[in-house]
């Protein structure tokens, strides 16, 4: 299996507009983020994590040329706003593409976005998506895939893990029964948006606290602001624990 960092970067990404700062400045490609997603790969089988703006680049970046399944874990617009998009997998693959996610997120997919989720137009010039809700593991080839929820803020969102790998991003706490799935992992991908204190997010503190309660093998650390240098937080954290940067890829 191996997992694509299509993007680590928060809401605004970085470099942010109109913002001067080192880190927007920065010549170090690690510091360039679009938002956050990953792809998970195994086999045949791609999964895509969310479905950002910056969606379209993210696919040509890293060439991927079919779709399996979309995982949505909230539905807030820097995770969801590049649906559109979809509809060249639509077009390349000419399936409806099966798209799971919580109550409270199919519900505003559905809502926002109605006209994806009609019937397919015969030429497929629209997106053409099916939604499931997701609530227990799921087999997707050779991936199993458990929800995992957790609270961004006062938000019930989803992670997900993939067989030894769990990603858990825009998120405060995670509840006792989540931490129970989460246990013997190889790889933990965690929020940890900047250094200051935030109502919704974890930063470098608190994503250093639930990697060292969680324990994975090696935790890996995305959706960054520009007030994260690269360079610098990779010099500060332990060992077992790394930033992302984005066409990062880890092989299992």
């Known amino acids: 299996m191996k997992i694509i960092f299509l993007g680590t970067g928060s809401s605004a990404g970085t470099p942010a507009i109109a913002c001067h700062c080192p880190v927007c400045c920065s010549a170090d490609p690690r510091n360039h983020r679009l938002r956050a997603s990953i792809l998970v790969q195994d086999g045949g089988t791609n999964l895509l994590v969310d479905t950002g703006p910056d969606l379209r680049q993210q696919m040509l970046r890293a060439g991927v040329q079919v779709l399996s399944a979309v995982l949505y874990t909230h539905f807030h617009a820097d995770h969801i706003n590049g649906v559109d998009d979809l509809r060249a997998f639509n077009f390349a693959q000419k399936i409806v593409i099966p798209c799971h996610a919580d109550e409270r997120t199919a519900i505003e997919l ?113 959706h960054m602001t520009h007030d994260v240098d690269y360079a610098t937080l990779a010099a500060e954290l332990p060992e077992t624990v790394i930033p992302a940067y984005d066409g990062m890829v880890v092989d299992l």
């Open 110 to 222: 559905e809502t926002r976005f109605r006209y994806c989720f009609l019937p397919p137009d015969i030429t497929w010039a629209k997106p053409s998506l099916a939604m499931h809700r997701i609530a227990s593991p799921q087999t997707f080839g050779g991936v199993e895939v458990t929800p995992i929820p957790v609270l961004h803020g006062q938000l019930p969102i989803l992670g997900y893990r993939f067989n030894d790998v769990a990603y858990l991003t825009d998120l405060k706490t995670i509840p006792d029964s989540s931490l129970m799935l989460l246990q013997g992992l190889k790889v933990l991908i965690l929020d940890c948006l900047h250094y200051a204190e935030h109502p919704t997010h974890l930063n470098v503190e608190e994503a250093l606290y639930w990697a060292r309660r969680i324990d994975a093998e090696r935790t890996i650390f995305t």
